[in-house]
């Protein structure tokens, strides 16, 4: 026996597509499993809710009986365990719910969407940009806010002269500024910049923005101390990045700004590959003690010290 009806089997295959799509989501965002899930659930459930109200839909047409001249409805309903199509979609929009409180209860409960410290680091650093009210430069040191206010100022200068203005001006996120955090860390700068209503953008206009944007990193190391040997920028939109580009430090003898470009990863790129620019320097040997107020810390006792005591 069927455990389905006309095309009810189509149910949890679109169900299983929305955790699909959902993984893909994740993934590029680098959102916990817990928040797959939330995703998934709601986009699973609007997957089947589409089908129910379509092609899902119970059809009823009605014939004449040719013995007794009397009306005959005929329904064909598209079923999943006798349940009909919008049936599941109610039910699957209750559990989405259910797995959204589950998956804020566990991120708020102890649950955590970076699983490491240079994950943590990470995401914080990335939500600041979201939003001009967050500020339009950030940074993990002063010097490092510095660096991230003339970068915005400089790569907005170069949108202004090389691209085009849009002819309409929506809502942006972003306020129409370059939000921009710096990573200082040892040897190396972090750049990554949310630039407004990147999706917008042509093709070439994305490959100007990107030159622009390491143009205007190498401006902003310029008086750096010290002088980091190698930068990276990241260029992302509203969510996804568009591009990474790691290389050294210019020299100022280059004809082209980009030949110390080292590296590019380009189109959605993965946070992932940002996570290694905010792995924390080792401490130093040295640490200087802080005693609690009003009491002394007596200086730890060298070789010299022990060798005599024993």
């Known amino acids: 026996m069927l455990i389905w009806s006309g095309h009810g089997i189509l149910i949890p295959i679109f169900y299983i597509l ?16 817990d928040w797959a899930m939330v995703v998934g659930g709601w986009i699973g459930a609007a997957a089947v809710l589409l089908y129910a109200r379509t092609i899902g839909k119970t059809k009823s047409q009605t014939l004449i009986d040719p013995k007794t001249n009397l009306p005959v409805v005929l329904n064909k309903r598209h079923s999943l365990f006798f349940i009909p199509a919008i049936a599941w979609a109610v039910l699957l929009i209750i559990l989405a719910f259910v797995i959204t409180i589950g998956g804020v209860v566990s991120s708020v409960g102890g649950g955590s969407v970076a699983a490491t410290p240079e994950e943590a680091a990470f995401e914080k650093a990335n939500n600041i940009i979201d939003s001009h009210r967050n500020g ?3 940074g993990n040191t002063p010097e490092a806010e510095a660096m991230a206010k003339e970068f ?4 907005k200068m170069f949108r202004n002269i090389m691209i085009e203005p849009a002819k309409k001006k929506g809502i942006s996120m972003s306020g129409g500024e370059f939000l921009t955090y710096c990573q200082q860390s040892e040897g190396v700068c972090l ?6 209503k990147l999706r917008k953008f042509a093709d070439d206009a994305k490959e100007t923005i990107r030159t622009a944007a390491w143009i205007a990193a190498q401006r902003a190391v310029e008086s750096a101390e010290p002088m980091p040997k190698k930068i990276a920028v990241g260029v992302r939109g509203f969510v996804i990045y568009d591009a990474l580009l790691e290389g050294a430090v210019s020299n100022g003898t280059e004809e082209d700004p980009e030949e110390s470009i080292e590296s590019r990863d380009i189109g959605s790129v993965s946070t992932g590959k940002f996570h290694k620019f905010f792995v924390e320097s ?6 200087e003690a802080v005693a ?9 006792p060298s070789d010299d010290t022990e060798k005599e005591a024993a």
């Open 18 to 33: 929305g955790f699909v799509f959902a993984a893909v989501i994740t993934s590029v965002m680098n959102l916990s499993s």
């Open 191 to 196: 750049f990554i910049v949310h630039v407004p």
């Open 282 to 287: 080792n401490p130093s040997s040295e640490i």
């Open 152 to 155: 915005s100022d400089s790569i």
């Open 136 to 138: 339009i430069a950030s």
């Open 292 to 300: 609690p107020a009003g009491e002394e810390v007596e200086p730890a």
